[in-house]
Nanobody, 124 residues
Framework: QVQLVESGGGLVQAGDSLRLSCAAS????????MGWFRQAPGKEREFVAA????????YYVDSVKGRFTISRDNAKNTLYLQMNRLKPEDTAVYYC?????????????????WGQGTQVTVSS
């Protein structure tokens, strides 16, 4: 089992940048594919980005490609999401999630653990 704690959210203006972090417990962090998801008020949870266990493969939803970068530091048991050129429509609670495996993790499926989330608010 893995426990996840997100941080780094805040209130920014459109065009600004933020970096989210997700600290994971346990000694098997590199065996989990990891993902970032978000949920805006009144909307369903949305897959944002995913990264393989060793970090060699990354995937993004079209709306953030070229603006967001997912990365991980397995030595520090930490997942990151660098968000550049933020837009008001990026406003949401952002969650990091861990996948034990499966065939759909890179599309936002097969996730088993998640954190409490961190709020990102982008003003226009």
């Amino acid at each position: 089992q893995v426990q996840l704690v997100e941080s780094g959210g805040g209130l920014v203006q459109a065009g600004d940048s933020l970096r989210l972090s997700c600290a994971a417990s346990g000694r098997t962090f590199n065996t989990y594919a990891m993902g970032w998801f978000r949920q805006a008020p009144g909307k369903e949870r949305e897959f944002v980005a995913a990264i393989s266990g060793r970090g060699g493969s990354t995937y993004y939803v079209d709306s953030v490609k070229g603006r967001f970068t997912i990365s991980r530091d397995n030595a520090k048991n930490t997942l990151y999401l660098q968000m550049n050129r933020l837009k008001p429509e990026d406003t949401a609670v952002y969650y990091c999630e861990a996948s034990r495996g499966g065939t759909g993790w890179y599309k936002g499926y097969d996730y088993n653990y998640w954190g409490q989330g961190t709020q990102v608010t982008v003003s226009s």
